[in-house]
C-alpha cells in the first residue's frame, strides 16, 4: 500500500483510475474536504491494479475500503493484517440492482455479510413537547438517585468514555474520529455519585440533520432508565439546534439498541446500509 500524501495527489490517482475505464463500479461517497483531513492524519493508502483503484483508510483496529473497479471484474486478494471493512450503501433501495450484481464479487473475494445497518428517522417536531416533558421527568428522577448529565469536555473523560464503547460494542462501530475529542462532535454522560462513568453517547448535528450513535449503559447500571434519557438528551439538544430529521445506524440484530429507539419515536428503514467485512 502507497500512503496518500496530498489531496491533489488522491485526485490524480482518480482521475488517471477513472480514464481507463469503459464502466466503473465504486462504493466511495466521500467528499473532498472529508478525505483531505483524513489525508492530514496519514491515514489514506491506495493500491493500484490493471482493474481499478483500491483505496484503504486505517481506522486503527481495521480498515474501511473504497473500491474504484472495472465493472463486472472479480476482486483481487485484499486480505491485510487486521479486518478490512466494505459499507455498501443502498440509497433506500434505489441500488438493489447494482447489490444484487456486486454482493457476489465481495463473496468471491472472501468477504462475509458483517452486519445489515438500519436507518431509523423520524420527524420528531409534532410530539416535541412530549419529548421535552419525557426527559425533564427522567433528569429530575436521575438526579434525585444522585446521578448527573454532563457534556465530555476533556480527553480524560474521553478515555472512559472509550473504554465503555469498547467492553459493549464491535471495534468496527467505532470510527476512530468518535475516540477523540472533536468540537463539532458532542459527548454525553451520566455519572453516579462516585463519579463513575454509567452510560455516554456520542452525537452529531449537520444543518438540519442529526446523527447519534454508541449509546451504551455500563453493565452494572442496567435497567435504570440510563439509556432512554441520554438519548432524549440528544434528541432534546437536537431539537434546541434547529434540527429536524435524526438518523442512526444500528444491526438488525441489535433488538435492545433498536427497541429503545423505536419507543423514543423512531421508525426503521431497512433498505439502506449493509457491511462486509474480510478477516
Known sequence: ?????????????????????????????????AVEKLIDKGCVFAVEYSQGLIIFIDEGNYFNLYYFWES??????????????????????TRDAYLAKF????????????????????????CEQELRDKYREKKERLEAQGFK??????DECMKKVVALWESALEITDI??????LNPDDKVFCIFDS???????????????????RHVVTNKNFERRGLGSTIQ???????LDNGVERFMTWIADTNTPSLEL?????????????KQYILK
Open 72 to 93: 463486472g471484474m472479480p476482486l483481487p486478494d485484499l486480505k491485510q493484517n487486521k479486518p478490512v471493512l466494505i459499507e455498501e450503501l443502498n440509497n433506500n433501495g
Open 149 to 154: 448529565i454532563e457534556r465530555c469536555t476533556d
Open 1 to 33: 500500500m502507497k500512503k496518500i500524501e496530498s489531496l491533489n495527489e488522491y485526485k490524480e490517482l482518480l482521475r488517471k483510475n477513472k480514464a481507463n475505464r469503459t464502466h466503473m463500479d465504486t462504493n466511495c461517497f466521500l467528499m473532498s474536504s
Open 175 to 180: 470510527p476512530k474520529d468518535h475516540k477523540v
Open 194 to 212: 462516585e463519579n463513575t462513568l454509567c452510560a455516554a453517547k456520542w452525537w452529531h448535528h449537520s444543518g438540519k440533520t442529526s446523527e447519534g
Open 261 to 273: 429507539h423505536k419507543r423514543a419515536g423512531f421508525l426503521c428503514n431497512g433498505r439502506t446500509s
Open 103 to 126: 454482493e457476489p464479487i465481495l463473496t468471491e473475494a472472501g468477504f462475509s455479510l458483517f452486519k445489515h445497518n438500519l436507518q431509523v428517522a423520524a420527524n420528531l417536531k409534532e
Open 232 to 238: 432524549l438528551a440528544w434528541l432534546i439538544d437536537a
